[in-house]
T-cell receptor, first 110, second 114 residues
Framework: GESVGLHLPTLSVQEGDNSIINCAYSNSASDYFIWYKQESGKGPQFIIDIRSNMDKRQGQRVTVLLNKTVKHLSLQIAATQPGDSAVYFCAAHQGGKLIFGQGTELSVKP | EAQVTQNPRYLITVTGKKLTVTCSQNMNHEYMSWYRQDPGLGLRQIYYSMNVEVTDKGDVPEGYKVSRKEKRNFPLILESPSPNQTSLYFC?????????????FGSGTRLTVV
């Protein structure tokens, strides 16, 4: 089966710094990966996705890197802002299912 | 506005009293799913539905039922709730067409069973 894990349950960064949140997955057959952001009291919101045939994808202030060799992906947030404070999940798609990691709580210090 | 709507947002109930959490989406999505979220365990799938009248068990289906009579609705039924079903529940939907498997989530239902 698939398991997805995040390396750190919490991450604290200074406003304006870059944030890097890491995630590891176990099943090399996973073909699609998503990062979600969950703010307090809300459901997870889609941030960015990447297919297994890519190794990098950029959005607005966010970049996802995929290293299939070591089954690792990361979410980079540039110039982190207070509004970025939330729990971030990665999810891996395989066999018609999404498997979610447990989440990293990002705190942004002013 | 494209969205997944869950009701109620908060619910406190007693052990054994049947309850239903409703979920509705307005995006004509084929795929719908229920998750529960617990501290330290992340999001775990309860049931999912690939289309109308097609449902299947997820990873933690015990104690739950679902139905998919219409494309837009996917209610979660707890016939006899127990305290270990106290959790935060999310409904999600997705289109199976195209390249996007990303889910749209509802705002959640916080259930407490006493």
């Amino acid at each position: 089966g698939e398991s997805v894990g995040l390396h750190l349950p919490t991450l604290s960064v200074q406003e304006g710094d870059n944030s890097i949140i890491n995630c590891a997955y176990s099943n090399s057959a996973s073909d699609y990966f998503i990062w979600y952001k969950q703010e307090s009291g809300k459901g997870p919101q889609f941030i960015i996705d990447i297919r297994s045939n890519m190794d990098k994808r950029q959005g607005q202030r966010v970049t996802v890197l995929l290293n299939k060799t070591v089954k690792h992906l990361s979410l980079q947030i540039a110039a982190t802002q207070p509004g970025d404070s939330a729990v971030y999940f990665c999810a891996a798609h395989q066999g018609g299912k999404l498997i979610f990691g447990q989440g990293t709580e990002l705190s942004v210090k002013p | 506005e494209a969205q997944v709507t869950q009701n109620p947002r908060y619910l406190i109930t007693v052990t054994g009293k049947k309850l239903t959490v409703t979920c509705s989406q307005n995006m004509n999505h084929e795929y719908m799913s229920w998750y529960r979220q617990d501290p330290g365990l992340g999001l775990r799938q309860i049931y999912y539905s690939m289309n109308v009248e097609v449902t299947d068990k997820g990873d933690v289906p015990e104690g739950y039922k679902v139905s998919r009579k219409e494309k837009r609705n996917f209610p979660l039924i707890l016939e006899s709730p127990s305290p270990n079903q106290t959790s935060l529940y999310f409904c999600a939907s997705s289109t199976r067409q195209g390249a996007n498997y990303g889910y749209t989530f509802g705002s959640g239902t916080r259930l407490t069973v006493v």
